[in-house]
């Protein structure tokens, strides 16, 4: 049976794990693994359409060979022009 320690040591585990994934920087050609069609790239990902233009400046950053942190600085740090 689980205890919430338990649940909370393996959550954490799990989400440094994806996080040190996220964050490895690899933003090189597109890769597919043909067993499973699953095709392996980088992504940026709005929810409001306001963050369009912010993911615009992320992905200029992922297109030019940048790392995917600099491309979320880049994301964060735009600023919409009045």
Excluded: C, H, Y
């Amino acid at each position: 049976m689980t205890n919430r320690r338990n649940f909370l040591k393996t959550t954490a585990l799990a989400t440094a794990g994806v996080a040190f994934q996220a964050f490895n920087g690899k933003s090189d050609e597109t890769e597919m693994d043909i067993n499973s069609g699953k095709v392996n790239k980088p992504i940026v990902l709005s929810t409001w359409n306001f963050g369009l233009q912010a993911n615009e400046a992320a992905w200029e950053v992922l297109k030019n060979k940048g790392r995917a942190l600099d491309a979320v600085e880049a994301g964060v740090k735009f600023q919409k022009e009045m």
